[in-house]
């Protein structure tokens, strides 16, 4: 098996992330394609109370096992199964179960904070930061918390503030001049989408490595 193309997808919450993903992921085989989300590597919380968990801020790196997903992320790439934790952010800590993810061609990896360690950003072939407005993006967490992670109206917008937009400005924002390409207003650019899988479709086609995704972006770009 050749090194799979690893493409990582930042950006503030809500800024679309997942949607670009996604978008990207069914325009290929499922068997040679897997997207695996950072929110999965929250670090293992079980020796707090349950108060002292639901203080945690999640908009921080430390709040991150990034040690585990790198190790993780090397060993897809050299060809190994791995388990990726599950969080459930209802009693803020990781199950007990895990998931068997197998190594395939593309490997896409989606969070808030995947630029920020550079150990983490070497990895990726070709780094992709979405920027949606921040009006936008507020909207769509509080809508998401409300539905997924049993939050109230108050309870969200008062972490946005306290929490959220501080850690964005201090950790997400800056990570954008490490992108490769970024992509306004998330899956609704049609155009940035269809130039990443005409990327990735010539160099798997190609059979060669991406070594140099910048200048590979811009040549398709003209």
Known sequence: MKKPILIGITGGTGSGKSTVAKAIYKNFKKESISIIMQDSY??????????????????HPHAFDTDLLITHLNKLLQGEAIEIPIYDFTIHNRKTETVREEPKDIIIVEGILILEDERLRNLFDIKIYVDTDADIRILRRLTRDI????????????????????????????????????????????????????????????GKEL??????VRDILG
Do not use: W
């Open 147 to 206: 539905r997924d992670r049993g939050r109230t109206v108050e309870s969200v917008i008062d972490q946005y503030l306290t929490v959220v937009r501080p850690m964005h400005l201090q950790f997400i924002e800056p990570t954008k001049r490490y992108a490769d390409l970024i992509i306004p207003e998330g899956g609704k650019n049609k155009v940035a989408i269809e130039i990443l899988v005409a990327t990735i479709k010539q160099h798997l086609s190609d």
């Open 211 to 216: 070594e140099t995704p910048k200048e590979n």
């Open 42 to 59: 929250y670090k293992d919380q079980s020796e707090l109370t349950f108060e002292e968990r639901t203080k945690t801020n999640y908009d």
